[in-house]
């Protein structure tokens, strides 16, 4: 299994971006049955829980996100999003995405965000 992060970049505050983690070695109905999770990390900072999708379709946010950011999936694509709008500086860190299955954890190699004032 292998998950690959994209979308990352450098936008001015108030910008969007819209990341994407494409699964690979996955079959659907791994994937349908995994929660799928954006996390990230800022520098000097632990790693912490931005978005999460479980196989139920709930979706929960972390508080400073809630309104801003938006995740979502295509099965038939094998692949989870986030939308982020309404971007701020604070937003800036590595972001990962995470598969939880019962058969094992799995996480990305990350994508950088940086947002300027």
């Known amino acids: 299994v292998q998950l690959q992060a994209s979308g990352g970049g450098s936008v001015q505050a108030g910008g969007s971006l819209k990341l994407a983690c494409r699964t690979s070695?996955?079959?659907?109905?791994?994937?349908?049955?995994?929660?799928m999770a954006w996390y990230r990390q800022a520098t000097g900072k632990q790693r912490e829980l931005v978005a999460e999708l479980t196989s139920a379709g709930v979706t929960n946010y972390q508080d400073s996100v809630k309104g801003r950011f938006t995740i979502s999936k295509n099965n038939a694509k094998r692949t989870v999003y986030l939308q982020m709008n309404s971007l701020e500086p604070e937003d800036t860190a590595v972001y990962y995405c995470?598969?939880?299955?019962?058969?094992?954890?799995?996480w990305g190699q990350g994508t950088q965000v940086t947002v300027s004032s």
């Open positions: 995470n598969m939880e299955h019962y058969s094992g954890n799995y």
């Open positions: 070695g996955v079959i659907l109905s791994t994937f349908t049955s995994s929660r």
